[in-house]
């Protein structure tokens, strides 16, 4: 069980205004961050979505930044989906929120996200997309959507596939019954040089490139890159990223992991 779920309580509906107006206001420096970001490099305004890591956060504080425009939020945890689902269903539903699993995701915790999330980001292998997929049949959900999280980094400590496997990984998840393939996920090398962390996100678009010049069955939907957070979110976007997940840019640090 994780520590901090004891020590907050995430179901919480009250927050003061002045967090609420801090919330409000860290979501606009966060577009208007994306905004500057989308013009330097020549991309569209409006091409890069915004996804609020809302993992810590309660349902308070997540429907202060529905409130200032917020239309996609990611949770890492099954057990935070369960606790924050249910409130905040009728303001996503209004507002046509997308709800994207973002971390990993043990088989014995797929029943508790499937027909709650729309997409599951954190896909690490075709394996894990088939066990997925025949669950959403037996329950006669809809398609899912699926990124491949791929581990461009290298780093031990993250999770994803291997680069040298994704594209192999990848073909096969475009063919799995049950799940649509709709992308590519990373999380960036956690190192100062910008080169490192720039050669990685630059890697996964070249990938999804590839998958999708394969003309493979499935892979003509392959068209998302998640990939950028608080601290790399420019250099991400400078590499073609279609969606940035932010956490403590608009909700400050963390108090628990
Ligand atoms: C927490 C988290 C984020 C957001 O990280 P910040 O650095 O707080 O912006 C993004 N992606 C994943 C997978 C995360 O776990």
């Known amino acids: 069980m994780v520590a901090y779920l004891e020590h907050k309580d995430l179901a919480n509906q009250q927050i003061d205004a002045q967090r609420a107006q801090q919330i409000r206001d860290a979501v606009r420096r966060v577009q208007d961050q994306i905004a500057a970001a989308e013009q330097k490099a ?55 929120v997308g709800y994207h699993l ?18 599951i980001e954190s896909v690490q292998s075709a394996q894990q997309a088939e066990q997925i997929g025949k669950r959403v049949l037996a329950h006669h959900y809809a398609p899912i959507n699926v990124f491949l999280e791929v581990n461009e980094s290298g780093e031990a400590s993250k999770s994803g596939c291997a680069p040298d ?10 063919h799995v019954p049950g799940v649509h393939l709709t992308g590519l996920m990373t999380i960036g090398a956690h190192v100062d040089d910008v080169h490192r962390i720039s050669a990685g996100f630059a890697a996964l678009r070249e990938l999804r ?11 003509q939907h392959c068209t998302q890159l998640s990939m950028g957070m608080t601290h790399d979110l420019a250099i991400a976007i400078a590499e073609g990223s279609t969606q940035v997940r932010i956490g403590t840019a608009l909700f400050g640090p963390r108090a628990f992991i």
């Open 102 to 119: 973002i971390g990993q995701l043990q088989r014995n915790k797929i029943n508790k996200v499937i027909g709650v999330v729309d997409t």
């Open 42 to 96: 020549g991309r569209a305004p409006g091409s890069v979505r915004l996804l609020a890591a809302t993992k810590t956060r309660d349902v308070g504080e997540i429907r202060a930044a529905l409130d200032a425009g917020i239309r996609v939020i990611g949770e890492n945890r099954p057990q935070e989906i369960q606790i924050k689902a249910e409130p905040l269903h009728d303001d996503m539903t209004r507002l046509s």
């Open 165 to 174: 496997q994704a594209y192999d990984q990848a073909l096969a998840v475009a």
């Open 209 to 219: 490139e590839k998958i999708a010049a394969s003309g493979e069955p499935g892979t």
